[in-house]
């Protein structure tokens, strides 16, 4: 029998697609993570932690979309998703310093009443 890396990615694919075979799984992911991680890298501007979670994210689409992956395309299907993906991971981003801004804001308004009051109270108005 032929060992994993022996096996061209068109068998491992099937082989995880219809058995869930997590061996033929795994010699995907090794096969493909960096390539994976070097598009992410890239299309989340060089931000590493957001490119490490867009790579898992990644794989875990692929981990359930396997079956309909086409094996003669498998790195183009991948490279895809990372857009995909890494967009994701922007938007993401954006709407969480979008709503950091908004609490600091709040957070710096509510000061302001806090010491308005306290003048307020000096002059017991």
């Known amino acids: 029998m032929a060992s994993p890396t022996d096996t061209d990615d068109s068998t491992l694919l099937q082989r995880y697609a219809s058995t869930g075979d997590q061996s033929a799984f795994a010699e995907l992911a090794n096969r493909y993570v960096d390539f994976v991680y070097a598009a992410a890298l890239r299309q ?3 931000n590493t932690a957001n490119a490490a979670d867009v ?3 990644i794989f875990l689409v692929f981990a359930r979309r396997a079956g309909t992956v086409d ?3 498998l790195s183009v299907w991948l490279h895809r998703v990372s857009g995909y993906a ?4 922007r938007r993401a981003d954006a709407r969480r310093r ?3 801004r908004e609490a600091a804001t709040q957070r710096s308004e509510s000061t302001m ?7 307020l109270e000096r002059w017991k108005i």
């Open 86 to 89: 890494a967009a994701n991971a």
């Open 55 to 57: 790579t898992q994210a």
């Open 44 to 46: 989340t501007g060089w």
């Open 113 to 119: 009443e806090h010491d308005d009051f306290r003048r």
């Open 98 to 100: 979008r709503h950091e």
């Open 71 to 73: 094996p003669k395309s």
